[in-house]
């Protein structure tokens, strides 16, 4: 039996043909997408030929059963050659009759005619030959062994389609997550049991809405969801059906929490903790301290890259603060913030390093672990300040930072606002100078709080004392620490809150022997009012919500002011404690005077004539010094910010004008240097109507920053 010529497309049915050329062979019919020839098992001694090409001398042969994609729904003539159509190319077989040679001894039989009835299927027999039944597809053939799942290697040109994702419009979408290569939708992946399956578009997702049907964690989330929900209908109806288990969220958080709270990465695994979380949700699924510690680690590099970005865009300069501390475990360690001012404004401090430093602990080490900060965060075009304690290493730190940033030409004013003195440790430092003087009012109450605190029976005698004295203080009685000297002043102010307790427990005890005399109380009393003034300003500078740099020069005159007039005091004690807070005081001044003083300029309720009218009163002669560099680079400063604007104001000039200048012509060179100085005149002008006009008053200051008339 011969084999039939040719195959039916999966297009709508062929329009009328002409009668054929030749009795009994059939015409031509489109090619489908793929044609397959196979040679059929001899019947005689000669093969038979399916398709051969024409033997009519007229026409030239051409080959049949080109491969090529089906043509998008409209179905091409079989009468003429098919043209390429826009979108793809298709090759159809030449209109001319097709002979078939047979054995030698068997007739002809022509076959029928084509069917103009539609198909069902779209799967098309193409060869029938004993033992051979070929069936294709319109579809491309994939590849044996790759997943459903995976794209198919294109073999013809594709469509060209939009670039945009198409709206996923399903419900089915609710438990799964689309993986997309590029914008073309592949897989889904399910939310609950992390399972991929194949979701393209000639695909579908029939796959994806059988497996929600059989799916036991998305059962077990569900009817977790159905109970929580008919809880929360009780008390809150809204929320109930906003609410939606998001196991993704839920893992991001707890994440979070053990950052947050410096939870150990262990608790994961606590007994107690996985019935905790099982209690409220049974469908959570807890991993182990290993992978929550990776978990933890990738957060850290995400919110890393984040600020980074935030850094790099700002257009201001950022300042640095820095510290050192040694743990119980005799390790030290570093940690480096980072301050600036957001685009709204808004003051803020991120931890940018924290790391352990390595021994010795000068300023060489120092210098090295800070520079790899800044390079690690590509600031050294931004710092404008960085703020240390006065410790000798951090100074010889801070010198081979200057040089380092100067040589790059990368700080404004020639480094000389680069480094900051801590201002609570210069406060530290000038009240333990004066406290290491002996005092005698103070070496008394500490004895006798030791006294009190010495036993239980003692305790509870002073206790009726002071019920019987009608004492209504409530803070107890406390021993100072040597390093913080806060500690002493309060130590003294709730001692002279006891005062009369301790005069009666010195009637009712002989072995109290410790008791302060009046005049040892008054004294201790003037070195608590003393201390009061460094404890106040030590509250206003530690702060870390608002700026301080232009309160320091306020807090530390206050302080100035207060030695002035204790030095004066009667009591010698006092005066030899005055006198050596006095001598720190100025030592620490000298060295930083600039960057206490500049803030106060940009405050336009002070500018420069409150410091001119400050310092000339405290200081008198040395006083034209200060002002002096003060104003210098103050002006300096100024310069350096507003030709920054003059190079973006030229950069832009230069883009939008056609006349350049000639760098050989002196002239062009002269009016380019008149120009430069008339802008650097008129910013000065600027400056100095600032600094001349008449300073805003407190009261209308906070009327203007409260928006009122």
């Known amino acids: 039996m011969s084999p039939m010529l040719g195959s039916m497309a999966a297009a709508p049915p062929p329009s009328p043909r002409p009668p054929p050329a030749h009795a009994g062979v059939p015409p031509s019919i489109p090619s489908p997408s793929i044609s397959v020839t196979t040679p059929a098992p001899p019947l005689a001694h000669a093969p038979v030929m399916a398709a051969a090409p024409c033997l009519t001398p007229a026409r030239a042969p051409v080959p049949a059963a080109a491969p090529c994609p089906p043509p998008a729904r409209a179905p091409v003539p079989a009468a003429a050659p098919c043209p390429a159509p826009a979108r793809a190319p298709v090759l159809v077989a030449a209109p001319a009759p097709a002979p078939v040679l047979a054995a030698q001894g068997e007739n002809i039989r022509p076959s029928k005619a084509p069917s103009k009835k539609r198909l069902k299927s779209s799967v098309v027999p193409v060869v029938r030959s004993p033992g051979v039944n070929i069936m294709l597809s319109q579809a491309l053939p994939r590849s044996i062994g790759v997943k459903r799942s995976s794209p198919t290697p294109s073999q013809t040109p594709c469509l060209t389609r939009s670039s945009k994702r198409r709206k996923l419009k399903s419900e089915m979408w609710n438990d799964f997550d689309p993986i997309y290569d590029g914008n073309k939708l592949m897989e889904a992946k399910c939310k609950h049991c992390k399972r991929v399956f194949a979701a393209a578009r000639d695909v579908g997702t029939s796959s994806c809405l059988r497996h929600m049907l059989v799916c036991e964690e998305r059962a077990k989330t569900y009817e977790f969801l159905d109970s929580m929900k008919s809880t929360m209908s009780q008390s809150d109806p809204n929320n109930s059906e906003k609410w939606m288990y998001d196991p993704d969220r839920a893992h991001f958080e707890l994440v979070r929490m053990i950052v947050l709270h410096e939870l150990p990465f262990r608790i994961v695994e606590y007994q107690g903790f996985k019935k905790f979380v099982h209690s409220l949700n049974p469908a959570f699924q807890l991993v182990s301290r290993t992978t929550i510690r990776l978990d933890c680690i990738n957060m850290f590099v995400q919110h890393k890259i984040t600020l980074q970005d935030v850094l790099q865009k700002l257009d201001s300069r950022v300042s640095l603060t820095s510290d050192m501390w040694t743990s119980r475990q005799v390790m030290s360690y570093m940690c480096i913030t980072c301050h600036f001012i957001d685009e709204k404004w808004k003051l803020r401090k991120k931890v940018i390093w924290f790391s352990e430093a390595d021994t010795p602990h000068d300023g060489t080490n120092l210098f090295n672990i800070m520079l790899d900060c800044m390079e690690d965060w590509g600031l050294q075009k931004k710092v404008f300040s960085i703020t240390l304690d006065n410790a000798s290493n ?147 500078l530690s702060g870390t919500s608002y700026p301080t740099a232009h309160l320091y020069f306020h807090e530390l005159w206050k302080i100035y002011l207060t030695l002035e007039r204790e030095a004066k005091h009667e009591e010698m004690t006092i005066k030899t404690m005055v006198e050596v807070m006095k001598k720190k005081f100025m030592k620490y001044w000298k060295l930083s005077y600039l960057t206490i003083c500049l803030p106060v300029i940009l405050d336009p309720r002070y500018k420069f004539k409150f410091l001119d009218l400050c310092l000339k009163s405290g200081f008198q002669s040395e006083a034209t010094q200060y002002l002096g560099r003060v104003k210098k680079t103050f002006k300096n400063l100024f310069v350096e910010y507003s030709s920054h604007d003059d190079e973006s104001t030229m950069v832009n000039d230069q883009g939008t004008s056609n006349v350049g200048t000639n760098i050989d012509n002196p002239w062009d060179q002269w009016n380019k240097q008149v120009q430069e100085e008339q802008k650097k005149r008129a910013k000065l002008s600027e400056l100095q109507i600032y600094l001349m006009m008449m300073c805003i008053h407190k009261k209308m200051l906070s009327i203007y920053s409260s928006g009122g008339p």
């Open 394 to 540: 951090n100074n010889s730190c801070m010198s081979y930072m200057q040089a380092n940033l100067l040589g790059k030409n990368l700080l404004p004013c020639n480094g000389d606002l680069l480094h900051r003195r801590c201002g609570c440790h210069v406060i530290n430092l000038t009240v333990q100078e004066g406290l290491a003087i002996p005092c005698v009012a103070v070496v008394n109450i500490r004895e006798s709080i030791k006294f009190v605190r010495s036993s239980s029976p003692r305790k509870k005698k002073f206790k009726e004392i002071v019920k019987q004295e009608g004492i209504t203080c409530t803070m107890k009685a406390c021993l100072d620490v040597p390093t913080r000297w806060n500690s002493t002043h309060l130590r003294i102010k709730i001692a002279l809150e006891y005062r009369r307790a301790f005069a009666a427990l010195k009637l009712q005890d002989t072995s109290y022997t410790c008791q302060p005399t009046n005049d040892k109380w008054e004294t201790a009393e003037s070195v608590c009012n003393l201390l009061e003034v460094f404890l106040d300003a030590t509250m206003v």
